[in-house]
């Protein structure tokens, strides 16, 4: 069975880590014939150091469904159409937006101080940062509204009108996602895995990943998240851990 796992708020509840209590459960999965796969919202390479030498050769769905590491090697990207990335970027700068741009290792910002996960960004100092105009095959842009919510409406449907992204807006951190157009956690797992699969997840954006798995946990109490849960449990890596075990051996040759 496939077990997949959300990361920030999910494996790790201060951005930087997971819990050795709950890697060594992981490291488990195969005793019970599972495998495990990682997805998050995060690139790859923001990945690397919070899962360690180990868990990062497992299957990593990166970027929201933008792209999958395996074995440590990128075997498949969506890229953000070029058009509407040029449009993006020209909206932004009009505007003095911060934002963020990711391709399949590098990446682009602006007005980098206001964005509120900039601290996790490339922790092992591996990726090489341009300009946006120099970022080869764009996956996922990050624009933060912190001071332009307003904005948001704006944005929302200029962006349906090109139909060009799908978007997620995250309201604790006040910013907008830009992936590709139909592209999700939940549509490049389904391209990956034609398998049922247990998810584990905590916010918005593993919403479409709870409605397709065979049974989802949700991790904390994301009152939109709840509604496509079978389970719940608290953001506690002790409890994390010992639901993680509960289902490798509840599920363990199904």
């Given at each position: 069975?496939?077990?997949?796992?959300?990361?920030?708020?999910?494996?790790?509840?201060?951005?930087?880590?997971?819990?050795?209590?709950?890697?060594?459960?992981?490291?488990?999965?195969?005793?019970?014939?599972?495998?495990?796969?990682?997805?998050?919202?995060?690139?790859?390479?923001?990945?690397?150091?919070?899962?360690?030498?180990?868990?990062?050769?497992?299957?990593?769905?990166?970027?929201?469904?933008g792209?999958?590491?395996?074995?440590?090697?990128?075997?498949?990207?969506?890229?953000?159409?070029?058009?509407?990335?040029?449009?993006?970027?020209?909206?932004?700068?009009?505007?003095?937006?911060?934002?963020?741009?990711?391709?399949?290792?590098?990446?682009?910002?602006?007005?980098?101080?206001?964005?509120?996960?900039?601290?996790?960004?490339?922790?092992?100092?591996?990726?090489?940062?341009?300009?946006?105009?120099?970022?080869?095959?764009p996956?996922?842009?990050?624009?933060?509204?912190?001071n332009?919510?307003?904005?948001?409406?704006?944005?929302?449907?200029?962006?349906?009108?090109?139909?060009?992204?799908?978007?997620?807006?995250?309201?604790?951190?006040?910013?907008?996602?830009?992936?590709p157009?139909?592209?999700?956690?939940?549509?490049?797992?389904?391209?990956?895995?034609?398998?049922?699969?247990?998810?584990?997840?905590?916010?918005?954006?593993?919403?479409?990943?709870?409605?397709?798995?065979?049974?989802?946990?949700?991790?904390?109490?994301?009152?939109?998240l709840?509604?496509?849960?079978?389970?719940?449990?608290?953001?506690?890596?002790?409890l994390?851990?010992?639901?993680?075990?509960?289902?490798?051996?509840?599920?363990?040759?199904k």
């Amino acid at each position: 069975m496939n077990f997949i796992f959300d990361l920030d708020g999910t494996l790790s509840f201060d951005g930087f880590s997971i819990d050795e209590k709950i890697k060594k459960v992981l490291a488990q999965a195969s005793n019970y014939g599972h495998k495990i796969n990682f997805a998050s919202a995060r690139s790859y390479r923001d990945s690397l150091k919070m899962l360690g030498e180990e868990l990062a050769q497992e299957r990593v769905f990166g970027l929201n469904g933008g792209l999958v590491y395996e074995k440590g090697h990128l075997v498949l990207e969506h890229n953000l159409d070029p058009v509407g990335y040029q449009e993006a970027l020209k909206y932004c700068r009009y505007y003095n937006l911060p934002y963020f741009v990711d391709n399949s290792f590098n990446y682009a910002t602006d007005n980098e101080e206001y964005l509120p996960f900039i601290k996790m960004v490339d922790p092992l100092n591996l990726a090489q940062k341009v300009s946006a105009d120099k970022l080869k095959d764009p996956i996922k842009m990050v624009v933060y509204l912190g001071n332009h919510e307003d904005l948001l409406a704006d944005i929302s449907y200029r962006t349906k009108e090109m139909n060009l992204f799908e978007l997620i807006y995250h309201e604790n951190e006040k910013c907008l996602y830009l992936n590709p157009s139909n592209i999700s956690k939940a549509s490049t797992i389904k391209e990956v895995l034609d398998e049922p699969y247990i998810a584990f997840g905590n916010d918005k954006n593993d919403i479409n990943m709870f409605k397709d798995a065979l049974y989802a946990v949700q991790v904390g109490r994301y009152p939109y998240l709840k509604m496509y849960a079978d389970d719940q449990v608290d953001a506690d890596s002790q409890l994390v851990a010992a639901k993680i075990l509960e289902l490798f051996q509840e599920f363990q040759g199904k």
